[in-house]
């Protein structure tokens, strides 16, 4: 596997699992997010990001981190596995808020050079708030990706979904280098 996508909904883990695939296989991590929003949280239009994605994407080996379902005919045109982060609900729900509150208090920027940080107001009291985004998400994004893991257009693609931190753990741990 050289190109591999990994999505879940906001707040699964795919960052943090898409980090330690990454660097345990010595591949690019790609982060689509960091593509995607510029500096004061202004949102790249479809043109500007989606010629981005097809720059990253045009290295030999890579890990992508990342849903947005818009670029799917990109990202998945030549890809070899798509990794599922499916926790459940309680799960998802808890860790992103952890997140939320953790960033909120250290206020680390979340891409370089965009000024970007998580604000208490934000994660909690906004209607832009990534706990909301969650919240409604997260059933959709079910019904999707199952629809899609068995959807035949993309029988070229390898799919694996992991359903806790354990078999991700145990996923990361039994590749053969």
């Known amino acids: 596997m050289k190109k591999i996508n990994v999505v879940g909904t906001s707040g699964s883990g795919k960052s943090t699992f898409s980090r330690m695939l990454a660097k345990k296989l010595g591949y690019r991590y790609l982060e689509m997010d960091a593509m995607f929003w510029k500096p004061n949280w202004q949102e790249s239009t479809d043109e500007e990001f ?3 994605l097809k720059s990253c994407l045009s290295q030999d ?7 947005y379902n818009r670029t ?3 990202k998945w045109a030549d890809i070899d596995q798509v990794i599922w982060i499916d ?3 309680p799960r998802t729900v808890y860790q992103a808020i952890k997140r939320a509150f953790i960033r909120s208090i250290t206020q680390t920027e979340l891409w370089d050079d965009t000024g ?11 209607r832009d708030s ?6 409604k998400t997260y059933k959709r994004n079910r019904v999707r990706y199952t629809e ?5 257009k993309y029988n070229h693609i390898e799919f694996v979904r992991l359903t806790s931190p354990k078999m ?3 996923f990361i741990d039994e590749l053969n280098l």
């Open 72 to 74: 799917v005919a990109i």
């Open 116 to 126: 970007n940080i998580e604000t208490f107001r934000k994660s909690f009291f906004s």
């Open 87 to 89: 926790y459940s609900f």
């Open 148 to 152: 899609m893991f068995n959807d035949p």
């Open 130 to 135: 990534i706990i909301i985004w969650t919240l």
């Open 50 to 52: 989606f010629t981005k």
């Open 168 to 170: 991700a753990k145990k």
């Open 61 to 67: 080996a890579w890990v992508l981190d990342g849903n």
